[in-house]
């Protein structure tokens, strides 16, 4: 009866370390995991403006606008790598970036009033190359469109694209 009992824990104990050091190798492999957090991250639509949580964060309502053509305090995120690709966007003064139904919407679409992480604060950064990103949403099927490309004060988020395409493409830059 020990010698199974030792077996299980041993076998535990290396189940646990494979799962850590596969962890350590996506991490590591990825561009876009570059530590537990990146500060002043902000998101540049396919027109060249910015996305602005408005008043900082904390809104359920006109929460996000995307007509800034300057980066201020509100148009910077801070990116927490939960995982690999998956991050939670944490606007100026604390507040996540929530999407409204883990997607797949057109209006009520993203809030800035999160105070902790949840699943519908979890999104999937989708790397296009040179900085550009798709943002997937929570529910793994839909994307973040900056409505016309950009500049916008309402009307400005959809969560209802399952592709990749110019609306959906945002330069994401961190370090600002």
């Not at 876009?32 to 008043?55: D, I, K």
């Not at 606008?65 to 991050?87: C, M, P, Y």
Request: charged content about 10%; aromatic content about 10%.
């Amino acid at each position: 009866m020990n010698i199974r009992n030792n077996i299980g824990r041993a076998a535990g104990i290396a189940v646990v370390v494979i799962c850590w050091l596969s962890w350590a190798a996506m991490a590591s492999a990825s561009p876009a995991v570059a530590g537990p957090e990146l500060h002043g991250c902000v998101f540049l639509t396919s027109n060249g403006h910015y996305l602005t949580a408005v008043g900082g964060g904390g809104l359920t309502t006109d929460a996000i606008h995307s007509d800034a053509t300057q980066i201020g305090s509100w148009e910077k995120f801070d990116a927490v790598n939960l995982f690999a690709d998956r991050f939670a966007y944490r606007t100026f003064n604390g507040h996540y970036l929530t999407a409204v139904g883990n997607g797949g919407r057109t209006t009520d679409v993203v809030r800035t009033a999160a105070t902790q992480v949840g699943t519908s604060e979890t999104f999937i950064a989708a790397s296009l190359g040179s900085s550009v990103f798709g943002i997937e949403t929570p529910d793994q099927v839909h994307f973040l469109t900056a409505v016309g490309g950009g500049g916008l004060t309402t009307n400005v988020i959809h969560s209802d694209a399952t592709r990749i395409q110019g609306w959906e493409k945002f330069t994401i830059t961190c370090g600002h």
